[in-house]
């Protein structure tokens, strides 16, 4: 469907979560909203007479029977989230009632919304770039503090501005050089290959500095996914209790009692850190648990972290070196735990599968060792410093590729100018680059990009 004839129409859905609550909000946007609800709607007065941002009492009557008593919200154009008219209809909350206005919105001619096809309409309508549509599903899956205020700043334009800020200084620079190619009488001089120079190196420093931030970006904004793995009894599912602080999963001696993963957030100073406690790895003739095992290992192979969890207790088996050799080559933090029992754990045979640093002794019964563990999760990921939103400016992998690509250019444009290739050349390189950057904001993107990022959002946004 062509983006333009999307514009045309009324879109509606419940912008509320489903479910009991105090109040239930349906959103209508685009050409005729206004009328089209206003037919819906007895109070006062028309919705047609009042201003911009008011809000109405009223009912909502549909073939004769009053739905609910409602507020309704009129935002006219151009002042509003989509820049198209938009109106709120605030109802009691309840998915029924709320799912009988949509009803009634839908047969006055309005179409569902798709996910995300608000937010959408903004990013077409010229209200907010990709990247700042992009923060707003951040937002809304944000888990800790400093992943919300990450997002926040990335839809302040915070990116925007240092992006855009690096696409106008290489067009700056493709102009002078087109002027050159216009005016082919003038020869390209050294003093100009040296300014080029100069040019292309700043932008690459800018661009360096966003992707040295990139991966740290990355964990602010979706979560440090840390799978706990072991073998069966070794204190697994105590661990995400302790780190829970609660009793989230069910602890027995009896090994092989978890057969599922389970999964939690916790937030660890600001990082937001998804644990997955998985079921113990052993060899099984138990159909059940031999699912749980091989589900275990597919998590272990994606994670960012892995905890390994051993008995300080007992001597390292066969099992749990195929464990540690399984995991080798991964960012691993491995935990002793029992460590209140007598030791009979090797650590001379533990050292030939991790280094030293990557151990950690840990008793969950005498709750000791967990501030070494968050330490130990700095120094692998953040270098041991503290992360702060700044950091996450540039998280988004999708921004990531794109500027890589555009450092990729940058690079190549250098070369091109150090060996005094043609001006024409260092255009194309130049032209690449700024390519590349413009996805970014969506100042250059494929349509197909454009709605595979705006499925990721929930209805009514």
Known sequence: ??????????????????????????????????????????????????????????KIIHHGEVIDEVLVSVMKSPHTYTKDDIVEINCHGGSLVTRRILEAVLNEGARLAEPGEFTKRAFLN???????AEAVIDIIHAHTDLSRQAAVNQLEGRLKSAVRSMRQEILDMIAAIEAVIDYPEHDVEEETYGNMEQ?????????????????RGKIIREGLETVIVGKPNVGKSSLLNWL????????TDIPGTTRDTVEEYINIDGIPVKIVDTAGIRETGDLVEKMGVEKSKAYAEKADLVLMMLDGSRPLDEEDKDILSFIQGKK???????????????????????????????????????????????????????????DG??????????????????????????????EDFISLDLQDANRALGEITGDVADEE?????????????
């Open 199 to 215: 040019a292309a190196l700043k932008i690459l420093a800018q661009m360096e500095k966003l992707l040295q931030n990139a991966d």
């Open 1 to 58: 469907m062509n983006r333009l004839n999307q514009l045309d129409d009324s879109i509606a859905a419940i912008s509320t979560p489903l479910g009991m609550g105090g109040i239930g909000i349906v959103r209508v946007s685009g050409q005729g909203c206004i009328e089209l609800v206003d037919r819906l709607f007895s109070g006062k007065s028309s919705l047609l007479a009042k201003k911009t941002h008011t809000l109405s009492y009223g």
């Open 244 to 251: 829970l602080e609660e009793e989230r999963a069910i602890v």
């Open 126 to 132: 010229g209200r907010m770039d990709l990247t700042q």
């Open 449 to 461: 990009i454009i709605d595979r990022i705006f499925t990721k959002f929930c209805l009514g946004k």
């Open 332 to 390: 691993t933090l491995i935990l002793l735990n029992k460590t209140d029992l007598a030791p009979r754990l090797s650590m001379e045979e533990l050292e030939k599968f991790i280094p030293k640093k990557q151990l950690l002794s840990v008793s969950i019964k005498e709750n000791r060792g967990f501030d070494e563990l968050i330490q130990s999760l700095k120094e692998l990921f953040f270098s041991g410093e503290g992360v702060k939103a700044e």
């Open 393 to 422: 400016l540039l998280g988004n992998t999708r921004h990531k590729n794109a500027l890589f690509q555009a450092k990729e250019a940058m690079e190549q444009c250098l070369v091109t100018i150090r060996t005094r290739m043609p």
